[in-house]
């Protein structure tokens, strides 16, 4: 497959998703939040696909349960506002969103294709602010591979995550790098969402990490993004 950029192939490859978002959905958020990128729609859509699924495994994610998420790869928040307004109801859930806000690769290769790029984190900060479950957010400004030791450190042995959403840098080897780090921490019966897997870069990365840090119990594949349902994790870094 050969493409100019990123954002074109990922243009290219979106048509094939499964669900789309309905456009009523769309200018609500548009409305309600500020983002230069649409990306807010590939969570919609997954969480659409999974929950539309009726062969094959259920992705059990219900709104209210108590959980803790992971995400790595904030941008402007357009999935950190998905997480808190669709799955931080209890009122001990929390997430946290993992970013240095500095933008990827992939955006500097082509910063004239990313308009919110000067202002990441500002647009990300004030885009969380108005989500629902705002006060639910912790927001870390880092790069994922350097506060790992941190979250290692503050959360102890046993793995602690119920879901972690994987969309930081997406070359191959960042994507390996946090596949590596963060999947021994995703409890059993946990998920982990893959984004971009449709990628080839991408998705190397992730089919090599796939068996190595965990089995899963299955994967659905919904056009974009890839969800994985934990079974076990490899021991943890001992
Ligand atoms: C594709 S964007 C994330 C999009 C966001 N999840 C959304 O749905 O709108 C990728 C982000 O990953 C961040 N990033 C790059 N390397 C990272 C790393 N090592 N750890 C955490 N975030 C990283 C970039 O700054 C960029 O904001």
Not at 51 to 77: C, F, H, M, W
């Amino acid at each position: 497959m050969t493409a100019t950029s990123f954002k074109e192939l990922m243009g290219q490859l979106k048509e094939d998703t499964t669900v789309q978002v309905a456009a009523a959905d769309k200018k609500q958020l548009a409305d309600h939040y500020n983002f230069t990128e649409g990306w807010y729609d590939a969570l919609l859509n997954t969480d659409k696909a999974i929950r539309s699924n009726t062969q094959g495994p259920k992705v059990d994610l219900d709104p209210a349960e108590k959980r803790q998420i992971v995400e790595i790869g904030v941008y402007e928040g357009a999935s950190s506002c998905f997480w808190s307004d669709f799955y931080l109801d209890h009122e001990e859930s929390s997430l946290i969103s993992i970013d240095p806000f500095t933008g990827s690769e992939e955006h500097h290769a082509n910063p004239e294709n990313y308009a919110g790029l000067g202002r990441l984190e500002r647009t990300a900060r004030e885009n969380i602010a108005k989500s629902k479950n705002c006060g639910k957010v912790e927001i870390i400004k880092g790069y994922s591979q350097h506060v790992f030791s941190d979250l290692d450190a503050r959360f102890a042995l046993e793995p602690w995550i119920d879901v972690l959403y994987i969309d930081g840098a997406h070359d191959s080897v960042s994507v390996a790098r946090d596949c590596v780090l963060y999947i021994p921490m995703v409890k059993p019966g946990g998920l982990v969402f893959f984004d971009d897997y449709a990628h080839p870069d991408v998705k190397r990365a992730i089919d090599g990490a796939l068996n190595s840090f965990a089995k899963f119990e299955f994967a659905i594949f919904t056009g974009w993004q890839l969800v994985g349902k934990v079974a076990s994790v490899a021991n943890k870094h001992a």
